[in-house]
């Protein structure tokens, strides 16, 4: 059932979508060395416990975004020194995809700062994903809202995932964007689910939200009808000239818990440390990795914010012993992480996204 040769049959930790708030936070909350053993035990036995995925992302359309995201730099409400780019034509996109394979990428995640995506640019994005498999790599693509047909579209080309996070928990949503609803995030989820794409989504941590904050996020993500199947979590990158430049640095040791618990909370997802590493002592990314996450971003650039040098990164995984996935190692656990999802959808489909501001009271 699970790659991991360690893990034992009958072991493996239910999938609920029924946490209360409270059990999330007594997770965060516990002594690290309890939390960290309790996530590290549930990862060994859903995962290789010495393995990461490498993904890549690049930024297909850059800036002009009519939304007020308060973290980013991409934002047409903020003046940052970014410069913006219309949709890529798709071979400089074939090229990047080329490049981030050779380099050992086995996703290729692909991002436009749009609200949504007009049905005029949508041929080109298909041709982005029908070029980047053919290349031999999975695709992923992150271009706002989508509605029901176009998720359908993004289907039919072949996509693998659709990213779209959830940034933040319900009460604290409002502190960072106003120009579209936490539900119009969970219905663009709801239509990729739909529609057969596996599900890519996460959050920010560091963006002055509370430890309660962390869990509310966290229980969203856990209580959605099926975990999704890639769980990115991000340390909030500061830029100049966004609303949160100034906002206080995170002890990182949160980011650790948050892993960590997200780990606990969604056994098979893939967990990955995102945006922030760059800049991240290896101790702490160490600990991150100690706690469950299992992919990270590699490459010059996390859309507009910098990498740490692949080369470093290398040097970090050998250091801890840890390999990197092949692309048939991807394709087969995305295959089992997909079928664990869609067997829990099976046997217990709600239909309904649980309520954690309810939850809360
Ligand atoms: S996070 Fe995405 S939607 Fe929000 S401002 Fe940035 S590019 Fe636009």
């Known amino acids: 059932m699970h790659a991991n040769p360690a893990a034992m049959p009958g072991q493996a930790s239910p999938?609920?979508?029924?946490?209360?708030?409270?059990?999330?936070?007594?997770?965060?909350?516990?002594?690290?060395?309890d939390l960290l053993f309790e996530a590290q035990?549930?990862?060994?036995?859903?995962?290789?416990?010495?393995?990461?995925?490498?993904?890549?992302?690049?930024?297909?359309?850059?800036?002009?975004?009519?939304?007020d995201c308060a973290y980013c730099p991409q934002s047409g409400h903020y003046n940052t020194a970014l410069e913006r780019e219309k949709l890529l034509e798709v071979e400089r996109v074939l090229e990047a995809a080329r490049t981030a394979r050779d380099k050992g990428a086995t996703r290729f995640c692909m991002g436009a700062a749009?609200?949504?995506?007009?049905?005029?640019?949508?041929?080109?994005?298909?041709?982005?994903?029908?070029?980047?498999?053919?290349?031999?790599?999975?695709?992923?693509?992150?271009?706002?809202m989508l509605t029901e047909s176009q998720a359908h579209r993004l289907a039919d080309a072949g996509l693998d995932y659709y990213n779209h996070n959830l940034d933040t928990s319900p009460e604290y949503?409002?502190?960072?964007?106003?120009?579209?609803?936490?539900?119009?995030?969970?219905?663009?989820?709801?239509?990729?689910?739909?529609?057969?794409?596996?599900?890519?989504?996460?959050?920010i941590v560091g963006m002055g939200e509370s430890r309660q904050d962390r869990a509310g996020l966290l229980q969203q993500l856990a209580n959605l009808p099926e975990h999704p199947e890639s769980v990115p979590i991000n340390l909030l990158v500061k830029v100049a000239g966004t609303p949160l430049d100034q906002v206080e640095a995170l002890d990182p040791l949160e980011l650790v818990r948050t892993i960590a618990t997200a780990r606990i909370l969604m056994p098979d997802s893939q967990l990955r440390l995102s945006a922030g590493r760059e800049g991240m002592e290896d101790g702490i990314?160490?600990?991150?990795?100690?706690?469950?996450?299992?992919?990270?971003?590699?490459?010059?650039?996390?859309?507009?914010?910098?990498?740490?040098?692949?080369?470093?990164?290398?040097?970090?995984f050998k250091r801890l012993g840890i390999q990197t996935e092949?692309?048939?190692e991807t394709v087969e656990a995305s295959a089992r992480t997909a079928a664990l999802v869609e067997a829990a959808r099976q046997e217990q489909r709600s239909g309904q996204y649980y309520d954690a501001t309810q939850a809360r009271a």
């Open 173 to 203: 949503y409002g502190e960072i964007i106003t120009t579209r609803t936490y539900q119009d995030r969970l219905e663009t989820l709801g239509h990729v689910r739909d529609a057969g794409i596996n599900v890519c989504a996460g959050g």
């Open 326 to 328: 092949t692309h048939e």
């Open 285 to 316: 990314q160490a600990l991150c990795f100690f706690a469950g996450a299992n992919s990270v971003f590699v490459g010059e650039k996390l859309l507009t914010t910098p990498l740490p040098e692949t080369s470093d990164d290398m040097q970090l």
């Open 114 to 144: 749009w609200r949504s995506p007009q049905d005029r640019d949508l041929p080109h994005v298909i041709e982005m994903v029908k070029g980047v498999k053919a290349l031999g790599l999975e695709t992923c693509m992150t271009l706002g």
């Open 41 to 67: 035990t549930v990862h060994r036995r859903h995962h290789q416990p010495n393995q990461v995925q490498l993904s890549t992302l690049l930024s297909i359309k850059t800036g002009a975004c009519p939304e």
């Open 15 to 33: 999938h609920r979508h029924d946490w209360s708030r409270q059990e999330v936070e007594r997770l965060l909350n516990a002594p690290l060395n």
